[in-house]
């Protein structure tokens, strides 16, 4: 099944502590996002990425760091500086920057 | 700056009732709009966007540039239609040319 594939689909962490979550794409897309869902917010972009070893913040960037070493992989980690980090993050990417979003499932992180 | 606005949180509708999910836009320039769904237990995908003026399971989204709005329209609801539905803008904001999503409609279709 191709696609885009996210793990761990749960999470729980400890406050203070770091947590990547992982976003793999077989797709061949260029772009690739972060975003994060809450309950009557929508969608908000973390971070983005274009190609490889390039990334822009988004509109809700702080507390949170990305990487783009290939194109197959951009994972997210959730620093202990995100204020408010339990929430549910999707993976997306695209041929180009403005096309079509392809969705990955979701991993959801609980701070306990 | 660009705002998508959702009015709706839920809607809910009986079987064969039509359905209109609205969306208002705020945005400068000449928008590209889209709605994307969510199903239960599948992932986020898109359903139409406005410049390619299809019909996708029967529904419709117009863009109406003098009401700035993109409402997605069905005149029959069925119950597979049961979803949560999310209209969203491409064009330039502080992180570049991104999609901006509204907070997103859920739609329940009743029997």
Same mark, same amino acid.
């Given at each position: 099944?191709?696609?885009?594939?996210?793990?761990?689909?749960?999470?729980?962490?400890?406050?203070?502590?770091?947590?990547?979550?992982?976003?793999?794409?077989?797709?061949?897309?260029?772009?690739?996002?972060?975003?994060?869902?809450?309950?009557?917010?929508?969608?908000?972009?973390?971070?983005? !990425?274009?190609?490889?070893?390039?990334?822009?913040?988004?509109?809700?960037?702080?507390?949170? !760091?990305?990487?783009?070493?290939?194109?197959?992989?951009?994972?997210?980690?959730?620093?202990?500086?995100?204020?408010?980090?339990?929430?549910?993050?999707?993976?997306?990417? !695209?041929?180009?920057?403005?096309?079509?979003?392809?969705?990955?499932?979701? !991993?959801?992180?609980?701070?306990? | 700056?660009?705002?998508?606005?959702?009015?709706?949180?839920?809607?809910?509708?009986?079987?064969?009732?039509?359905?209109?999910?609205?969306?208002?836009?705020?945005?400068?320039?000449?928008?590209?709009?889209?709605?994307?769904?969510?199903?239960? *237990?599948?992932?986020?995908?898109?359903?139409?966007?406005?410049?390619? *003026?299809?019909?996708?399971?029967?529904?419709?989204?117009?863009?109406?540039?003098?009401?700035?709005?993109?409402?997605?329209?069905?005149?029959?609801?069925?119950?597979?239609?049961?979803? /949560?539905?999310?209209?969203?803008?491409?064009?330039?904001?502080?992180?570049?040319?991104?999609?901006?999503?509204?907070?997103?409609?859920?739609? /329940?279709?009743?029997?």
């Amino acid at each position: 099944d191709g696609g885009i594939t996210q793990s761990p689909k749960y999470l729980f962490r400890k406050e203070g502590q770091n947590v990547t979550l992982s976003c793999e794409q077989n797709l061949n897309h260029d772009a690739m996002y972060w975003y994060r869902q809450d309950p009557g917010q929508g969608l908000r972009l973390i971070y983005y !990425s274009q190609i490889v070893n390039d990334f822009q913040k988004g509109d809700i960037a702080e507390g949170y !760091s990305v990487s783009r070493e290939k194109k197959e992989s951009f994972p997210l980690t959730v620093t202990s500086a995100q204020k408010n980090p339990t929430a549910f993050y999707l993976c997306a990417s !695209s041929l180009q920057i403005t096309g079509e979003l392809f969705f990955g499932e979701g !991993s959801r992180l609980t701070v306990l | 700056a660009q705002r998508v606005t959702q009015p709706e949180k839920l809607l809910s509708v009986f079987k064969g009732a039509p359905v209109e999910l609205k969306c208002n836009y705020s945005y400068s320039g000449s928008p590209e709009l889209f709605w994307y769904v969510q199903y239960s *237990r599948q992932r986020l995908q898109l359903l139409l966007r406005h410049i390619s *003026r299809e019909s996708i399971k029967g529904f419709t989204a117009d863009l109406n540039k003098g009401e700035t709005s993109f409402h997605l329209k069905k005149p029959f609801a069925q119950e597979e239609d049961s979803a /949560m539905y999310y209209c969203a803008l491409s064009g330039l904001n502080n992180a570049g040319n991104m999609l901006t999503f509204g907070g997103g409609t859920r739609l /329940m279709v009743k029997p």
